[in-house]
């Protein structure tokens, strides 16, 4: 099992929808939790961190973690053209000297 | 306050030769991470630099190398370069504290023919 899985894409959906991005990690002892946001050619730009359990909202985006589950998503509300990206989950792993490690991406297409 | 800045930020070598990549880091961080992004592998871990020592390593041959000095500035060398090293190459800093939050810099991207 890879430490931190998310399906790769493309995730396509029209402007104005909810975009439902999912993140799996291995490790129950995982503390921190990061959404980074990756456009073609750039490099990736942090979005949203999340250490508790719970939902956490900061404008259109909303991270959701689910320790229990080893689970973490980023929900992103009325999904614009320019959110189209390659968004990637990353986290601690402690067996690794609590480096981060971060999942392969999603790709996120919104359609105009 | 000024992000992770890298240089260069393009550079073609030739195989065989060696390399030397410069990020400093933001005001404030003593911690600088180094990653090796390509299409087929992700975002690849190479070795972490806290306070001018090496705290984490990928699993990376002995090739790759760095270095962190007292003003937090990191330099990565990669040594006898292989066609599989063009990359880009990617380092991020943060406070080094439990918190992991780290910000990219944009990247030096590495072309080996």
């Known amino acids: 099992q890879k430490e931190v899985e998310q399906n790769s894409g493309p995730l396509s959906v029209p402007e104005g929808a909810i975009a439902s991005l999912n993140c799996t990690y291995s490790d129950r002892g995982s503390q921190s939790f990061f959404w980074y946001r990756q456009y073609s050619g750039k490099s990736p730009e942090l979005i949203m961190s999340?250490?508790?359990?719970g939902d956490k909202e900061d404008g259109r985006f909303t991270a959701q973690l689910n320790k229990a589950s080893q689970y973490v998503s980023l929900l992103i509300r009325d999904s614009q053209p320019s959110d189209s990206a390659t968004y990637l989950c990353?986290?601690?792993?402690?067996?690794?000297?609590?480096?981060?490690?971060f999942g392969a991406g999603t790709i996120l297409r919104v359609k105009s | 306050k000024a992000g992770v800045t890298q240089t260069p930020r393009y550079l073609i070598k030739t195989r065989g030769q060696q390399v030397t990549l410069s990020c400093s880091p933001i005001?404030?961080?003593?911690?600088v991470s180094w990653y090796q992004q390509t299409p087929g592998q992700g975002l690849q871990f190479l070795f972490e630099?806290?306070?001018?020592?090496?705290?984490n390593k990928g699993n990376f041959p002995g090739r790759f190398s760095g270095r962190q000095f007292s003003n937090s500035r990191s330099e990565m060398n990669v040594s006898t370069l292989e066609l599989g090293d063009s990359a880009l190459y990617l380092c991020a800093s943060s406070f080094g504290d439990s918190s992991y939050e780290q910000y990219f810099g944009p990247g030096t991207r590495l072309t080996v023919t």
């Open positions: 990353a986290v601690n792993i402690r067996e690794y000297g609590n480096k981060l490690v």
């Open positions: 005001s404030g961080h003593r911690s």
């Open positions: 630099y806290f306070s001018e020592t090496q705290r």
């Open positions: 999340i250490y508790s359990n």
